[in-house]
């Protein structure tokens, strides 16, 4: 790809952000914090790019290299990575097949059963699907309570827990406001963890302990309630098991430098993958940047050594 072999502080970086998604005020938060820290590093030549428009107009005709802080769609399903390939730009994150693979939870979902990655039992439903078959091809394959996401959205975007019928035709009906497919998957009654995955290595797992009804994008970017336990007690083999899978997934779905994969931990302390975040979320509430920030990485540490990353291939991040 185009640009210096090298990454150094008089590099032309440019920290895309915004987009047209349900997302876009994350990714600006993102994006802002982002460049922030890049210049408080020395990157003084760092600029900024706001996505308006998908055509990419006005984007930097010379550049070293691209910080993609883009959620959902176009910044997240591999649209914004083959246009930066196209144009010779190097950039941060995961590449476009793999980028479509972790955005469409569905397939996803595919690739972790492969790879033998547990994960909960789930059915796709359409939008041409009658509301009463719907709800017979949950109640027969997956029972209840499940949870309901449309298939390619980030950020808890139009998720629901359903208990009852009733909520289970409310939620399907809601998330199709979002995308035509919509996924139902069984759930999983214990903990919430995720796990940051920088170069080649895992980061300390994050607990979220919500003040909500479950972890919504209101409890993600809004409520103040939201507690997060890093490195909580767990038995010491199911917090191995759960690094291990979320390395073992990323892998399957072919990602690169960074992610961020999150898991349901159950009763009986088993580990189940719901997916994985190629771009994870990078503001002052993000579970990515704190989980890096308890393995010695500040905030400004951490975007720098991403952008290494991107540059030095598969050579491993070093973390305290």
Same mark, same amino acid.
Do not use: D, E, G, L
């Given at each position: 790809m185009g640009g210096n072999m090298a990454l150094d502080k008089n590099s032309r970086v440019v920290v895309i952000m915004g987009g047209l998604s349900e997302e876009r005020p994350v990714s600006m938060r993102s994006g802002r914090a982002v460049l922030e820290a890049l210049k408080r590093e020395g990157f003084n030549n760092a600029q900024s790019y706001v996505v308006d428009d998908e055509t990419l107009p006005g984007f930097p005709a010379s550049v070293?290299?691209?910080?993609?802080?883009?959620h959902g769609r176009f910044g997240e399903d591999g649209i914004l990575q083959a246009m930066l390939e196209k144009r010779g730009v190097r950039y941060l994150g995961s590449g476009p097949g793999a980028s479509r693979i972790c955005m469409n939870k569905a397939r996803a979902k595919e690739v972790f059963n492969t790879a033998g990655v547990p994960t909960p039992k789930a059915c796709v439903v359409n939008r041409a699907t009658d509301l009463r078959e719907i709800e017979t091809r949950v109640m027969t394959r997956l029972g209840l309570p499940v /949870? /309901?996401?449309? /298939?390619a959205q980030g950020s808890s975007v139009g998720v629901s827990i359903a208990r009852d019928g009733i909520e289970l035709l409310l939620g399907v009906t809601a998330a199709f406001a979002f995308d035509d497919d919509v996924i139902v998957e069984q759930f999983i009654e214990g903990r919430e963890l995720t796990v940051g995955i920088l170069g080649c290595e895992t980061l300390p797992i994050v607990e979220v302990k919500p003040g909500r009804r479950f972890y919504d994008y209101a409890a993600k970017y809004e409520d103040g309630g939201t507690a997060y336990r890093i490195n909580p007690k767990i038995e010491k083999a199911a917090a191995e098991k759960t690094r291990a899978m979320a390395l073992r997934a990323f892998g399957a779905c072919g990602c690169?430098?960074?992610a961020r994969a999150d898991f349901r931990l159950n009763r009986k302390n088993e580990p189940f993958i719901l997916e994985i975040n190629t771009i994870p979320g990078m503001t002052e509430r993000s579970l990515f940047p704190m989980a890096a920030n308890a393995a010695g990485l500040t905030f400004g540490k951490l975007c720098v050594q991403l952008c290494e990353l991107a540059f030095e291939g598969e050579k491993k991040a070093e973390v305290a």
């Open positions: 070293n290299f691209a910080f993609i802080a883009m /949870v /309901v996401k449309p /298939v690169r430098h960074f």
